[in-house]
């Protein structure tokens, strides 16, 4: 019923910037955001940005990071600068309906920061 369609990641090397794009079918998602996870970790909260464009940053990536969204395109992004290979994870985009528990969530993209 509902579909994330993420791209933009891939291999750069450290010091380097990507900018990660999440297109939503469907209606407007009250919040989107990005969350990450490498090998052995726990997945991890990166940014989420509501319908009204109040942004959340984790921060370990405040200020190197942006995310914003296209509502007319639902569609939301993630632009990444100044990338270290600690941010070497597989990055998943997250949507949610106003008032609604659960989420949907994007297949994951790669993001290799090599040094």
């Known amino acids: 019923q509902v579909q994330l369609v993420e791209s933009g990641g891939g291999l750069v090397q450290a010091g380097g910037s990507l900018r990660l794009s999440c297109a939503a079918s469907?209606?407007?998602?009250?919040?989107m955001g990005w969350y990450r996870q490498a090998p052995g970790k726990q997945r991890e909260l990166v940014a989420t940005?509501?319908?009204?464009?109040?942004?959340n940053y984790a921060d370990s990536v405040k200020g190197r990071c942006t995310i914003s969204r296209d509502n007319a395109k639902n569609t939301v992004y993630l632009q990444m600068n100044s990338l270290k290979p600690e941010d070497t994870a597989v990055y998943y985009c997250?949507?949610?309906?106003?008032?609604?528990?659960?989420?949907?969530w994007g297949q994951g993209t790669q993001v290799t920061v090599s040094s």
């Open positions: 997250q949507a949610r309906r106003r008032w609604a528990v659960s989420a949907y």
């Open positions: 940005i509501d319908s009204g464009g109040s942004t």
């Open positions: 469907g209606s407007i998602f009250s919040a």
